[in-house]
């Protein structure tokens, strides 16, 4: 970029009322701010904040960065396809390129830059604002997923012999908020820690791991074995249960591994089942929370109408929805699912199944989510695009 001209003054005349801007780097805030609000691309965001110092802090202190997450779709993150990139490293960490794909600019290569270690030598437990939660006999480690710069937390506080599985993981806040929790379930506890805090604390679960957890009209949500359960942090960690119809009349999930997204005002439980009618041998529904009743029960939603679901192979790794996926060129009414071998598959929800679904190959027709000890694809928005009290 070229620096603006200078006002020039001619012989004899009074100097400018106003001072001149020098260049770029000079502009005031209030200016930038008003750019910024105009940027509509995951590229054109880089290119701003890589500009200079000045505009990068503009962008940082950009009161609405959350807006950015309504109207660009998330980035599909492939840690297991390495790109070509100069050696780097976060101080004393090795980096390792990933691939990164914009659904919105897809012939535009992008990358991430990961530590090499906590690729091959931690356990994945989660993804949160941006960041990676990892955990390995008792330590974690919180790592942005564009930067690699990294957070330790306190070791957690349980013994080396019990099981170290990590089940669920998740940030209630951005790392850089001051009232920012970072939660951990094992297989019979779960674990909160003030983010710069000295210490955990620590729930014994009354059956079983916590599967999920989501934040719902401000409130913490947690999935333990297909109940729903309120989550507190103060004044003592806790947990309390939200009485719950699944199906009908019944008592139990007709679900064998379901999982929930906040699309909207609704909190949806999404999962698959086989068909035997002609069409789509695979289908999805989801499922509101209608919470106007007591006990709540669960109700069919025949379309998401505007909405796109996105999923990762992960039972740890958050869903995201999202509104007008049209915009970018994207379908409503279909859940996108990210691969391990291959970027993406998409499938239609509910009565749209038959819409999505190509009979000539078979490879792509369900989606599975498991827990894997590694890091497998994943949706992600960057963490430039939180603020404080956003959810995740």
Not at 335 to 360: C, E, I, K, R, T
Not at 381 to 386: K, N, V
Request: hydrophobic share 40%.
């Amino acid at each position: 970029m070229q620096s603006p001209s200078k006002v020039s003054e001619a012989s004899g005349s009074a100097p400018p009322a106003t001072s001149v801007i020098e260049g770029w780097a000079e502009l005031p805030e209030g200016l930038l701010h008003s750019i910024v609000a105009l940027l509509g691309s995951f590229l054109d965001l880089l290119a701003f904040t890589g500009t200079c110092h000045s505009w990068r802090a503009a962008f940082s202190s950009y009161p609405s960065k959350s807006n950015f997450r309504t109207i660009l779709p998330p980035l599909l993150v492939r840690p297991n396809v390495r790109v070509k990139a100069p050696s780097s490293s976060n101080g004393h960490r090795k980096l390792r390129s990933c691939e990164v794909i914009d659904l919105a600019n897809r012939n535009t290569p992008l990358r991430c830059q990961i530590p090499q270690e906590t690729l091959q030598r931690m356990h994945f437990a989660g993804s949160s604002h941006g960041q990676l939660i990892c955990c390995r006999r008792g330590y974690c480690l919180v790592v942005d997923v564009f930067t690699g710069a990294e957070v330790s937390p306190p070791r957690l506080p349980f013994s080396e012999n019990c099981d170290e599985f990590y089940y669920c993981g998740i940030l209630t806040a951005p790392i850089t908020s001051p009232n920012s929790h970072l939660i951990i379930s094992t297989q019979s506890s779960l674990f909160d820690w003030p983010v710069g805090s000295d210490s955990w604390s620590e729930l014994k679960l009354p059956v079983n791991r916590v599967d999920q957890i989501v934040e719902f009209n401000g409130q913490l949500i947690a999935v333990i074995e297909y109940s729903l359960y309120t989550l507190q942090l103060a004044p003592i960690l806790r947990l309390e249960k939200i009485k719950t119809l699944w199906w009908d009349n019944m008592n139990e999930c007709p679900y064998m591994r379901p999982w929930f997204v906040v699309c909207g005002d609704m909190l949806l439980i999404v999962d698959h089942y086989i068909s035997f009618s002609f069409g789509a041998p695979v289908l999805y529904r989801p499922y509101r929370l209608d919470m106007s009743t007591k006990p709540a029960k669960w109700v069919e939603v025949k379309k998401l109408e505007n909405w796109a679901l996105f999923i990762g192979g992960d039972a740890r790794s958050p869903p995201f929805s999202f509104k007008n996926p049209e915009r970018w060129g994207g379908r409503s009414n279909c859940l996108y699912y990210a691969h391990y071998s291959q970027p993406l598959s998409l499938h239609g929800l509910s009565d749209d199944a038959d819409a999505v679904w190509d009979p000539n190959t078979d490879d792509n027709l369900v989606f599975k989510r498991n827990w894997y000890r590694q890091l497998q694809a994943l949706w992600v928005y960057p963490s430039m695009f939180y603020s404080e009290g956003d959810g995740q």
